[in-house]
């Protein structure tokens, strides 16, 4: 299962390692048990919201079930998701549509 997450509006955080600690490891053992990989493609352009991202991606790479890119520039996400033929902003105006009217 591919995810992507768009963190580009992240500016400020509680989490601390041990937080993205935890939660890497009940996603790791989450998808473990079903034999299944979670690929997270998370956007992250600034600072604070990378340095999280690759502190994940760091944990990740030490299991099989979940795979962590991160990217900082939209145009490098056809890079991330291959089978993506449209713009990250594309994608992103499109989920903020679905999420006006899923509110209204």
Not at 20 to 40: D, E, I, P, S
Not at 44 to 55: K, N, S, Y
């Amino acid at each position: 299962m591919v995810i992507l997450v768009d963190l580009s509006e992240v500016s400020g955080t509680d989490m601390t390692f041990e937080h993205v600690n935890a939660t890497h490891g009940k996603l790791a053992r989450h998808y473990k048990t079903r034999g299944l990989l979670l690929h997270l493609v998370l956007y992250a352009p600034e600072d604070l919201a990378f340095g999280m991202t690759r502190i994940m991606q760091s944990l990740a790479a030490m299991t099989d079930h979940v795979k962590v890119d991160v990217f900082r520039d939209a145009n490098e996400l056809p890079s991330f998701l291959p089978d993506t033929k449209r713009a990250f902003t594309c994608i992103r105006a499109q989920a903020q549509r679905q999420l006006s009217a899923a509110t209204t």
